[in-house]
């Protein structure tokens, strides 16, 4: 018996329900689920890091020194863009389930590089309020940020892990990917 008969295949009653089942059948992706994970939260946290100085490279000097709380909310929105691009990999013939949430992930991640973003370094922002207002106005704004963004990220995961479990006839839980 594999792991994925201990997930029920029944749709569940409540949206705390179906959370709980979609988060307990991540356990049992397949290895190719694993991979694009692996791949898509690297991806992602080059996309965000390079460009805002996290990671150190000879392309951008960030301005002003990361801050402490810029790490965890840069590593957790990978991990969680990461987790949610996995959910659209084919597993077998099946068609992924769950409603597609990838402009809203799109935008939570460029939410996320915002909010890890040197304030300064931000022609946008510097360009509408100066270097002052982006010191001053919008760097006290990204730990706010971050933590939206984090949430939006996590919202459209929790969306796309209860669509596997209420539409299991898409196929997900009977292919042995």
């Known amino acids: 018996m594999t792991a994925m008969a201990a997930v029920r295949v029944s749709p569940p009653g409540s949206r705390l329900e179906q959370t709980r089942l979609g988060f307990a059948s991540v356990r049992a992706w397949p290895l190719r689920r694993w991979a694009v994970a692996v791949a ?49 990999a084919r597993i077998g013939a099946a068609a992924p389930a769950g409603p597609d949430r990838s402009r809203r992930t799109l935008g939570a991640t460029l939410l996320s590089t915002f ?29 706010v940020l971050g933590v939206l963004s984090i949430g939006l990220l996590l919202t459209g995961l929790v969306v796309r892990l209860r669509g596997q479990v209420a539409c299991p006839s898409r196929g997900w839980l009977t292919a042995q990917g």
């Open 115 to 143: 909010a890890v973003g040197c304030p300064i370094c931000n022609k946008l922002v510097v360009g509408l309020i100066g270097v002052s207002g982006a010191l001053s106005y919008w760097a006290p704004l990204q730990p």
């Open 40 to 88: 898509a939260a690297g991806l992602a946290a080059l996309a965000m890091g390079v460009p805002t100085g996290i990671v150190r490279t000879s392309f951008y000097t960030r301005m002003t020194p990361v801050t402490w709380w810029d790490y965890p909310v840069w590593a957790i929105s990978a991990l969680l863009v990461g987790l949610t691009a996995a959910t659209y």
